[in-house]
């Protein structure tokens, strides 16, 4: 087998118009997931204030981010002190259940042992705990901050010596972690193990946090959020689901995962499967949830997973070898790689700004052989090779669509491709949020999206403007 | 809303207007854990400079900084847009160990040579400063090589307030400046207008004021800016200063050094854009054309406006706002222009006031009226709802907090799309205000339908 990939991408030194961000904006969003929980970061106070802002950008709600706000004098004597005032403050102001403690590039070069500071502190503040993630900026990206956070909390919450009270028989009860998913998505999941009458929880849960009413009384912490007890009882699950066809990868290669530790200290089964996105992701999914808890998939989704077949029917001769770009997370783009390779369109183009050294295997794995020839595959690239390759291709094998975060609109918008908005961030448009992708029901929804998207893109290049398909 | 209170080391910052001696802190560090509303000193230098449109923007450190500021202003160019692309070394675990330095200089020469911009700064963001990297040094072997001005940017984001972002933003524009070796030659009628960053295209509007007054304009730092206009600014007779918080240190040194005067002025609401303007055509009173075409001008531009204003002030009248922005000047511009519209202000505040800034807000102020410095989500919300404000004035970061309480809200701030400059923007902000307090949506949110007594509250 042949790739093309790397042949045709160009090669910079700096990173421009990055297609990731950070690490700790990954774990200050994992945080938001928890009930009760206040995401600090030890850093610059500019950290929490331009995370916050991305994040509100997304999700148009309050998003808090506490900062322990280094001064130049912090910077050479150690944030400890810094770090003890802002649990203080952030204690008194919010009186949360959890303080979320995510590191900076600048905390964690300067040197400050932030376990050993909490651990001083008892890892608690006036019945608060306290959780630390190590998210320094210059490894890894958002991604690697939003699965470390969920590890650190998972560990936290079901320490080794924990004693297996009572592992229920009857009551199947599954962990859940989801990975990077949109509200929708988390909502969506919490009905399908609904209806399989099935105890679910889901670690991160932002899903009512992140997208809930108006309100009559101000909320220092906004309700949702995966409760704290739920978490603690995470150990006497019959099962834990992990989404990420990347990240199985990196827990194959010692990556220390939520699932992972619980497997290691419990014995609680992983079951690792690609973010469900298309017919044969969640098939899997839903057979293995069926296999799981015991009991039959619902009716109401074998209807709505022929329905959804029969759209990709209606629809096929207007996607059927179509070429697509797609970028964004790399587990993201695996399955939405999976996905678009399953109605008929050659993912041209796989880029992430991801930096894990299996992303490429990842995709091979997911996608027929048959296809993986067709397909450029490129992590750590960022927007602007991302551009230069897609025009560099020859005309009959460049992008007609381009899926993705709202990140890409600039280079959308430059090389006239149309483009269909998924994933995270959402930026440039209302409802981001609710954007669903996973189960039969998303794909029905991105399907109809990318469909209409390909029609708009004729319709209004034609000369005529059909009024019919 | 007795459920939210405030830190106690925050109480300084916060005064009531009522009998009890005035007495505001502010300038001061934010507190730790407080949630401060504003960001970091690299956040201050790359608002002021990132309108430069044929400059490179790079940003040296890991990839956030450069990814939480990409195109992140509405500052328009209507040339060049290099600066709306994010550049950044993205540093990684091992350039932390070894250094920066090479990379960053190999960066430098690519994407100068690949984009052929004009000048380049590097933004030195909080890890640079840390690990030592000398910059500076490799700024002037890059400048050798290439020919161009390479200016380093110290807004290591820790070494204090947005302040002091706006500060080294306002040295390395005196560093471009001062690049000209050219004799200066004082232009007669002319300035430069500084502090506005042609958000929305505010700077054209503004522009256009002085053409039609008859007043040359040398260079606009930085909105619509280009490195060669820049450094032409050495050259005009009088620094007009816009937000003030941002350039006036560089007003400050051009005065010091080329002996060039400045004003401080505000072009938000009738009232200031009209003085802005007259005060310019005062200080080149000697050529009498300049302030009769100034009188004509405002004349014509307030009548055009004054009905449209009247048609949405019987709707505004007697309205609530609170405003809480980055510079306290923008604040007194907005209470005026509030006023304007017939409205009240219930709460002022803002990130980075000085004691004589909210001296002047007090004043300006009626009884009651909330005054904040480096406020808090918490803090706005408690005030917004306690004096029942019908409208926010602030930005990203405030607009969740106003919506979340059923309050209509104007983004004032860099991210805005519409003009609100001048006299045409005063229009454009009436209809902005006017249309978010006049929403048919309140009457249906939990908090106003609780107030009017109906069921079905949350």
Redesign the interface.
Known sequence: MTLRKYKDTPS???????C??????GATLVFQGIEGCVP?LH????????????L??HF?????????????E??VFGGGA??K??????A???APDMIGIAT???SE??GDDVPLILNSMDNTIKGTALVHVST????G?HVDGFHGAVAAVVDRFNPVDKRIVYRPKKKKKINLFPGMLSNEDLRHLKDIFEDFHTPVTILPDYSERLEG????????IQKGGTPISAIEKMHVAVNSMEFGAVLALAAENGQKTAGDILNKRFDIPCTRLPIPIGVKATDRFLDALSRISGRPVPERYRKEKWRLVDAYVDGNKYVSKKRALIYGEEDFVVSMAAFLAEVGIIPVLCASGGKSKTFKKALEQTLPETLIDQVVIQNDMDF?CMEETAAGMPEDLQPEIIIGNS?GY?MARRLKIPMVRVGFPIHDRVGGPRILHVGYKGAQQLFDNIVNALLTARQTESRIGYAYM | ?T???V?K?RERQIYQKGNQPFEIECET???????????????GSRVVLYPIADALH?IH???????????IRGAQSSGPELH??????????T??IYGGEK?LK??LL??ID?YSPKAAFIYC???V???GDDVDAVCRQVEEETGIPVIAVHSE?????KKDGYKAACDALFSLIERNKAPRVTIPDSINILGEFNIGGETWMIKKYYEAMGVKVVSVITGDGRVDEVMQAGNAALNVVQCSGSVTHLAKQMEEVYGIPYIRVSYFGIEDTSDALYQVAVFFNKNPGIIKKTQELIKEEVQAIIPRLETMKKDLEGKKAAIYVGGAFKAFSLIKALKTLGMEVILAGSQTGTQEDYEVLRQMCNEGTVILDDS???EL??YS?EKDADLFIGG??E???A????IGFCDHNHERKIPLVGFEGMVNFAKEVHGTVTSPVWDL???RQ?AAGKEG??
Do not use: H
């Open positions: 910079y030194t700096a990173t421009q118009n990055a990731k961000t950070c690490t700790p904006l600090l850093g610059s106070q500019g950290c929490s204030t331009y995370m916050r802002r991305y509100i950008s148009k709600e309050p998003v808090d981010i506490a900062s322990s706000n280094f001064t130049e912090t910077a810094n770090l005032l802002a649990i203080e403050n952030v008194s102001q919010y900076t590039c600048l070069t300067i320094p900026s210059y490894t990206t009413p108006s309100w009559q009384e101000y909320q220092a602007t990140k600039a | 809303m459920s939210i209170s830190l080391q560090k934010s507190l730790a854990g407080a949630v401060s509303q504003r960001a970091c000193v690299f956040c790079l450190g890991p990839i956030g900084c450069a990814s939480y500021t990409w195109d709306r692309m994010s550049f950044s070394t993205d540093l990684s675990e350039d932390i990379k190999k960066a690519e994407l690949k963001t909080c890890i400063g840390i690990i984001g820790f070494k204090g307030t808090n989500p918490l919300a408690k709802v990203v970061k607009r969740p907090i919506y979340k309480m059923g949110v939990p908090r609780k509250a949350i």
